[in-house]
């Protein structure tokens, strides 16, 4: 079974220091990974995602994400964090072959402080 | 362009009652997916539509049920509405094809709330 998990629910991180936001997977077939964003009261806004290639991958807002696929991991990052980063981030995972859907972690809320 | 848009935005309804909830995607996709966040969850997958027919279907009971209409826009109905049912609803769109890598981009979701 497809599963993602997201092992903490907060990370707190100073405005203009290195962020780190992970993620673990688990599917049985290839995996296609996505990263969302949330804001208060508003839906997923996107960004980024690996399917296949360079294992770096680059989004939206500067923020990029590492597939490690010997740890099945794919962490979020970003070199240095705004306080308008402050939000909750989504991994989510689907099984390049077999589904169409995608599963869900239960986020991370990034509290960044001035 | 228009990103996925979603009505309505807030709704309220009492245990027993019925709804539909509407979702129209961004220009270009062909394909809806739905899905329900719980307070302080992650999404969950309900189904997917494409060519106006189920394609998938997640761990939800028959009173959810949808519709995707030929200009690709969709419903989604929910029958005997039950107090865990309160949600926020989100919807979907992407391109044509199982398999695809396309992304799944979603709207700002509807928020039920069942008394």
């Known amino acids: 079974a497809q599963s993602v998990a997201q092992p903490e629910d907060q990370v707190n991180v100073a405005e203009g220091n290195p962020l780190t936001v992970k993620c673990t997977y688990s599917?049985?077939?290839?995996?296609?990974l996505f990263w969302y964003v949330q804001y208060p009261n508003r839906g997923l806004q996107f960004l980024l995602k690996?399917?296949?290639?360079?294992?770096l991958v680059k989004g939206s807002y500067g923020f990029e994400a590492e597939f490690n696929k010997s740890q099945t991991s794919f962490h979020l990052k970003k070199p240095s964090a705004l306080v308008s980063d402050s939000a909750l981030y989504f991994c989510a995972v689907r099984d390049a072959y077999n589904t169409d859907k995608l599963i869900f972690g239960t986020g991370t809320r990034l509290q960044v402080f001035p | 362009d228009a990103g996925v848009t979603q009505s309505p935005t807030h709704l309220i309804k009492t245990r027993g009652q019925q709804v539909t909830l509407r979702c129209s995607p961004k220009?270009?996709?062909?394909?809806v997916s739905w899905y329900q966040q719980a307070l302080g969850q992650g999404p969950q997958f309900i189904f997917q539509y494409y060519e106006e027919e189920e394609r998938q279907r997640g761990n939800f009971p028959d009173r959810f049920s949808g519709h995707q209409f030929p200009n690709y826009s969709s419903e989604l109905n929910v029958n005997a509405l039950l107090l865990g049912d309160s949600a926020l609803y989100l919807c979907?769109?992407?391109?044509?094809?199982?398999?695809?890598?396309?992304?799944?981009?979603f709207g700002p979701g509807t928020r039920l709330t069942v008394l």
């Open positions: 220009s270009g996709h062909d394909t």
């Open positions: 979907a769109s992407s391109s044509t094809g199982q398999g695809s890598t396309d992304t799944q981009y």
């Open positions: 599917v049985s077939g290839n995996p296609y």
């Open positions: 690996y399917i296949t290639g360079d294992n």
